[in-house]
T-cell receptor, first 112, second 117 residues
Framework: DAKTTQPTSMDCAEGRAANLPCNHSTISGNEYVYWYRQIHSQGPQYIIHGLKNNETNEMASLIITEDRKSSTLILPHATLRDTAVYYCIVRPYNNAGNMLTFGGGTRLMVKP | ETGVTQTPRHLVMGMTNKKSLKCEQHLGHNAMYWYKQSAKKPLELMFVYSLEERVENNSVPSRFSPECPNSSHLFLHLHTLQPEDSALYLC????????????????FGSGTRLTVV
């Protein structure tokens, strides 16, 4: 699976948008971008995924650059409960086996 | 609870003890996983079971022994652990489906916080 690079940590003010970047310059054509987050002392939770088009759901938006070498997860109105470690993962959509490999992620601190 | 239940939530054990961690999923999934999360380190995949057969063992020391008696239950048997094995142990389950990865179906438990003294 392609390697991803994320900043170690970020701060965001409560109520503002949190923009979390991810670089995946070696992504291949059959690989999707997935985002998970892990709130302290809990297991990771799925947020969103995409291939090349921008995606939005009730939790977040995902913006993928045209060359697919980087992406940004956007939490439009961050709350204190969004404080967590956010993981960007790149892997194929259609191979057998559901193993997820996590990197270091970005520790997002939402401050009042 | 998320549908994946882990017990106990906390465990303190001596280096000569034998203990077991338990994971149970009520989601009808056919694959289960053990992950280890040490302080300041990324999640490490330890074991993968698909259809109750082990499909991956990422060179985990033999003092960790997994068992998957059926698709709903997963155990991690521990013996003669070291202090550096202290970590959060997370169980996950998913529906392993040929030809499609289902990211929103990958469900984690809340973990067992293990301390080896």
């Amino acid at each position: 699976d392609a390697k991803t690079t994320q900043p170690t940590s970020m701060d965001c003010a409560e109520g503002r948008a949190a923009n979390l970047p991810c670089n995946h310059s070696t992504i291949s054509g059959n690989e999707y971008v997935y985002w998970y987050r892990q709130i302290h002392s809990q297991g990771p939770q799925y947020i969103i995924h995409g291939l090349k088009n921008n995606e939005t759901n009730e939790m977040a938006s995902l913006i993928i650059t045209e060359d697919r070498k980087s992406s940004t997860l956007i939490l439009p109105h961050a709350t204190l409960r969004d404080t967590a470690v956010y993981y960007c993962i790149v892997r194929p959509y259609n191979n057998a086996g559901n193993m997820l490999t996590f990197g270091g992620g970005t520790r997002l601190m939402v401050k009042p | 609870e998320t549908g994946v239940t882990q017990t106990p939530r906390h465990l303190v054990m001596g280096m000569t003890n034998k203990k077991s961690l338990k994971c149970e999923q009520h989601l009808g999934h056919n694959a289960m996983y053990w992950y280890k999360q040490s302080a300041k380190k990324p999640l490490e995949l330890m074991f993968v079971y698909s259809l109750e057969e082990r499909v991956e063992n990422n060179s985990v020391p033999s003092r960790f022994s997994p068992e998957c008696p059926n698709s709903s239950h997963l155990f991690l048997h521990l013996h003669t652990l070291q202090p550096e094995d202290s970590a959060l142990y997370l169980c996950a389950s998913s529906q392993d489906q040929e030809g499609a990865f289902l990211p929103d179906g990958y469900t984690f438990g809340s973990g067992t916080r293990l301390t080896v003294v």
